[in-house]
């Protein structure tokens, strides 16, 4: 009896396979714009301060004035690890990946993944652009709305 023949390796390695997101009121419009392909961040009307992640009051002056806005969806790699190991299910054959907080040109630092490039490519500084991934519905999700849904994360720019 011979061993059964191994499986040819994949050419690409499959993107971690992201869970629909805990929506709640105050983060529905973030996740229902990224379901469009848009980053919506917050901004106060009393002060201005920009901000991530979604509140119901602004973090720096407690305004309740909160208004929503489809930001640029650029920034810079403000710092990342790579990841080597993870034995989730849906990340295990996604390493190594790379995790990232992505400082935003509207100034909220964003904590996600940076795809489109090896991991040993991304470097602090690095030049970086939104790109969203859909998730697929969860029949179990408390999640009250329909609406597609999608994870952003960042590819070089
Ligand atoms: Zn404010």
């Keep these: ?24 009121w105050e983060s529905r419009a973030y996740w229902e714009g990224a379901g469009r ?43 990342f690890s790579i990841v080597r190991q993870n034995q989730m299910p849906e990340f295990r054959d996604a390493v190594p990946y790379v995790v990232a907080y992505v400082a935003l040109d509207e100034g909220p630092q964003l904590l996600t993944n940076i795809v489109g ?6 470097s602090i500084g690095m030049r970086v652009r939104v790109d969203f991934v859909p998730v697929p519905a969860d029949p179990r999700a408390a999640t009250p709305i329909d609406a597609p849904l999608a994870v952003p994360r960042f590819v070089p720019a």
């Design 117 to 122: 490039c090896e991991p040993s490519a991304v």
């Design 37 to 79: 392909g848009e980053l919506v961040l917050q901004r106060c009307r009393a002060c201005g301060v920009v901000q991530h992640r979604p509140r119901g009051v602004c973090a720096s002056c407690l305004s309740g004035e909160i208004e929503h806005f489809v930001a640029s969806g650029l920034g810079r790699v403000y710092t």
């Design 1 to 24: 009896m011979t061993a059964p023949a191994s499986p040819a390796k994949p050419t690409k390695k499959p993107d971690p396979q992201y869970k629909r997101p805990a929506v709640d």
